[in-house]
Each structure stands twice: as C-alpha cells, then as structure tokens.
C-alpha cells in the first residue's frame, strides 16, 4: 500500500458509520474531480450551501486563487470558504528559505505568501470579522498557547458571483 492509500485508508477507517463524511482521495489541483466524486455527490447538496475548509493546504498550490474560485463555481450562494495559509511576512529571511528547503525535493514544495497575497484569495467572498488575521485572533478570548502571526486566516461567505 502506498503513502496516499494509506492516508485514505486510515481517514476512512475514522469516519463514523453514520454517512455524514466521505474521504475522497483526489488531487486539490482538480477540485471538479474531487466534487464529482460519486461519494462526494452522495453526502452533498451542491444546491445547498456548504463549507469548504482549506486549512494548511493552499500554501503547497501552485495557484491557490484558481483552486479556489473553481470550488466557489461548485458551490451554493451562502456557503463558507475558510482558509488559513503560512504567511512569510513574520519569517526571518534565514527560517523562510530553511521552510522552503524542507519542502523543497517533496512532491508539494511550499509557497509562502505574504499576508497582502494571502488576503485577495479571500476576493470575491465577504470576510467575516477579524478578517484575515493570524489565526489566534479568531478566539481571542481562548487562551491558544498559539499566537503565531505565520499562519494566517480567515472566513468567507460566497456570495454566488466573482
């Protein structure tokens, strides 16, 4: 068994009997791909809104913006699109280019974007408050033991239009 089929194996052995998730295996690179599939059709209304979580995975995509407005295309007006990204702006020049390296020979390298890059993949969608901050700040009332400004989100609400 390979790496991606074990990954699958063990998300699925996870997943409660219930039906109320699916793992798909599939390549963020071809959203219609991983929407069209039949697992996916099963458990979604596409004609109803949804969240898309796109956590810690845009900063492996060559064109974040692109992925993102296709899955936005798939989507119902109302849905939510959340994405927290690694943000260079808070990395000294020495750790960014030690990240870059570490990723460097995988099959995703990193792409770290700056936080004024990471904010226009929020275009076309209306970001809730704080808006797209470090990621602490969405709980600021939580003690997070996690104030990090170098992953960066926010939520956004899709307004059915780009």
Known sequence: MDRDELVVTHGRALLTADGVAAVVPGDLRDPRAITGDLGVRALLDFNRPAAVLLTAVLHFADAPAGIIAELCRLLAPGSAVVISHAC?????????????????????????????????????LDVAAPGVVPVAQWRPDHDLHYESPQIIGGVGTWRGRL
């Open 88 to 124: 260079r702006n808070a990395l000294p020049d020495e750790v960014e280019q030690e990240v870059v390296e570490v990723f460097a020979d995988t099959d995703t390298p990193i792409a770290l974007r700056t936080a004024e890059e990471i904010r226009t993949l929020f275009d076309g």
